[in-house]
């Protein structure tokens, strides 16, 4: 008898192209198409954000009132067909049509309502998953209120992944019953260290756990890395599998991609040069040969920011310039801003995540800087490396999984083991002693030939899938 296809529902809250803050956003757009075309039925849901989707080429499929505590709140549910991947929507305006998609004050309040109306949509729906896989903790309610509100749904598996276990959800134990409308006798489920913390609870009540890289989900074991977590996460480890994320290669590539200045390729690198040229141009830098080294980030602590403000000052006494695109923390923003005043010529700030740019840094940069402190898996190396910006990384989580030392066959990049600011100067050091080198264009040809690509790792979700019965 011929085995009925997998059906999975993906649920996360952002999703490229129609919105994203950052890495989940490319992952979230990138896996399902991934995925589609390997015997799994794989559906992604979302919030309804009206800045990212024009709701007139949407398709109606009905309207529902979804529970949230108390309250009964309306939730118009629409679909939408690309690439071969069906999304649905879920839309409520008070809670979704709002100037940013996250610190809103009651963040606690929207993605409850979000999580209950998933299983309410899949109440709704008459195609019914066998698997639902959340991601992150704005949809770590799923598999808490699977357990305790839709015992009766059938045998549907829940995926948990953890992108950054930095954002946990905490909340004040005072709302546990108000706004996510979990009783008393089940605080136990979602609390840690007094508080209400979602991402706990999803770790417990998750049929398996995944995570970016599988050196992050060893990691994660440890304190160092787990924000507190780590005795919740080894109680799970049973359940624990690191998947490596790859990136989108079509869209990330030099040959076809339109932010560009000169499209270019591993073959034909002359059009690099250009690009080179137009960003310094284009950020006021002079125009020169010395190395032009990118940082494309959030600007948050274990992104090891601090390691290129310590470092900066020994870095700008290199014939280099730098190039720093992101936007986080205030602290962060305004130094980089004062040294982009103080160091005209030398580094070029702008506070913003801004993808056009984004892509034009990319090609323009010989090298991106990355000491993350902790780094699930990070995405800025891998679409470095396709466009022939050197990645210097430090060697944890999935940067120590996508980057190969300069000294090793098929090398594409720098690493540095220990979280010191000596370590960090050194790697960008050697990183410049060799730029300008045969052995520099060889690195650079690893980088932008190296398999980034989600063949494998969405493989590796496949069997995760039909495995999990
Ligand atoms: C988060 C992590 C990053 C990862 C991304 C996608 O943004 O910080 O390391 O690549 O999620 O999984």
Not at 107 to 115: H, L, N, T, V, Y
Not at 133 to 158: E, F, R, S
Not at 223 to 236: Q, T, W
Not at 321 to 333: A, S, T
Request: net charge neutral; with cysteine.
């Amino acid at each position: 008898m011929k085995k009925t296809m997998k059906k999975v529902l993906f649920a996360a809250t952002e999703c490229s192209p129609f919105w994203s803050t950052g890495g989940l956003g490319d992952v979230v757009g990138s896996l399902p198409r991934a995925i589609r075309n390997s015997g799994i039925d794989i559906r992604v849901i979302l919030p309804l954000f009206e800045s990212g989707v024009d709701k007139n080429n949407l398709k109606k499929e009905g309207v529902i009132y979804v529970p949230v505590s108390w309250r009964n709140q309306y939730c118009g549910i629409f679909s939408h067909e690309r690439d071969g991947v069906t999304y649905y929507f879920v839309e409520n305006e008070y809670y979704f049509k709002r100037q940013s998609i996250y610190g809103q004050f009651d963040d606690g309040e929207r993605f409850a309502f979000f999580s209950r109306a998933i299983w309410e949509v899949v109440r709704f729906l008459d195609w019914k998953p066998d698997i639902v896989h959340c991601n992150d903790w704005q949809t770590a309610l799923v598999p808490i209120y699977h357990k305790l509100m839709y015992p009766d749904l059938g045998n549907i598996k829940d995926i948990f992944t953890i992108h950054n276990i930095e954002y946990q959800g905490k909340f004040d134990k005072n709302i546990l019953g108000d706004v996510f409308g979990i009783s008393g006798s089940d605080y136990n489920l979602v609390e840690f260290d007094g508080c209400i913390n979602l991402m706990k609870g999803a770790i417990e009540c998750c049929d398996k756990l995944t995570t970016v890289s599988p050196t992050y989900a060893r990691q994660l074991g440890d304190n160092f890395y787990a924000m507190g977590l780590s005795d919740i996460i080894r109680k799970n480890a049973h359940k624990m599998i690191g998947i490596l994320n790859g990136i989108d290669e079509e869209l990330y590539d030099p040959r076809t991609d339109k932010s560009v200045f000169k499209q270019y390729s591993a073959e034909d690198i002359a059009g690099k040069a250009e690009n080179k040229r137009e960003l310094q141009k284009l950020l006021n830098l002079p125009v020169s040969d010395a190395p032009v080294i990118a940082v494309i980030s959030r600007l948050a602590a274990h992104k090891g920011i601090d390691l290129i403000k310590y470092a900066l000052g020994d870095i700008l006494k290199e014939n280099v310039q730098l190039v720093v695109l992101g936007k986080g923390d205030r602290y962060y923003e305004e130094y980089f801003s004062y040294m982009h005043q103080t160091s005209p010529g030398k580094i070029c700030t702008v506070i913003a995540f801004n993808k056009d740019l984004a892509q034009k840094v990319y090609a323009g940069s010989d090298i991106l800087l990355m000491p993350s402190k902790s780094e699930p898996c990070g995405l800025s190396q891998m679409i470095a490396c396709r466009y022939g910006s050197v990645p210097v990384v430090r060697a944890t989580g999935g940067l120590k999984d996508s980057v190969i030392s300069y000294d090793r066959k098929g090398g594409n990049g720098f690493l540095f083991e220990k979280y010191s600011t000596e370590e960090f100067l050194s790697a960008v050091q050697t990183a410049l002693s060799i730029y300008g080198t045969p052995k520099w264009e060889e690195i650079r040809r690893n980088a932008m030939t190296t398999d980034f690509s989600w063949r494998k790792s969405s493989k590796e979700y496949v069997k995760l899938y039909k495995d999990l019965n």
